[in-house]
């Protein structure tokens, strides 16, 4: 939801954020992967998409999330309005 909030220009409050934030580190501590694994993963998302689909590369999100004990990688990919295949 907080994707919608950014859209429609609503600030998140700064105890939202931080708890937020925590549940980030945990996800990465508990799924073992590092920042820096995450952002070459989100370089190389980029880089194949890319090829295919016109997307905005500034503003794609790859991030880990957590349901329980199972980890899921999501990105978030804007396309491009009237972008073109790249075949």
């Known amino acids: 939801m907080s994707w919608i909030n950014r859209f429609f220009g609503q600030k998140e409050k700064s105890g ?11 996800i990465h501590d ?3 992967v590092s920042p820096g694994v995450l952002d070459q993963i989100k370089d190389d998302i980029i880089e194949v998409i890319a090829k ?18 199972e980890s899921c990688l999501v990105a978030e990919i804007p396309l491009i309005a009237n972008g073109r295949s790249r075949t």
């Open 52 to 69: 295919r689909l016109a997307i905005d590369t500034e503003h794609v999100e790859v991030n880990l999330t957590q349901e329980g004990r």
């Open 30 to 32: 508990r799924s073992d």
């Open 16 to 26: 939202a954020v931080a708890k937020q934030r925590l549940q980030m580190v945990l």
